[in-house]
């Protein structure tokens, strides 16, 4: 059963590296859907839908939408098909457009 060991030790080093990225993973879209409740006026788990939306007609990973949003909070720049779709997943789900906008 000795042998056994380091097998055993490198799948549970597996499974901890898995949770850390699940983790992490969760709190980037957590806090993307943040920004989007906040700039979007709308409910979280509306703010979710948002999110799933612009993830589906983007064919773009949800965790890498979140990323995207994250990113354009802090720099201002969001790549024109994501601020298209998350304007239209806003329509759907909000009041308002996306601030900054260059349709006015």
């Known amino acids: 059963m000795g042998a056994n060991q380091p097998d055993r030790l490198s799948a549970l080093q597996a499974e901890v590296d898995q949770m850390k990225e699940a983790v992490a993973s969760h709190a980037v879209v957590d806090q993307a859907i943040g920004m989007v409740v906040a700039l979007g006026r709308v409910t979280p788990g509306e703010g979710w ?9 983007t064919n773009i990973k949800l965790r890498n939408i979140a990323e995207l949003i994250l990113i354009w909070g802090r720099r201002g720049d969001i790549p024109p098909d ?17 601030p900054g906008s260059s349709e006015e």
């Not at 839908?49 to 007609?57: F, G, I, W, Y």
């Open 49 to 57: 839908e948002v999110l799933r939306d612009v993830s589906q007609h």
């Open 82 to 98: 994501v601020r298209a779709e998350l304007e239209d997943a806003l329509d759907r789900y909000g009041p308002t457009q996306v």
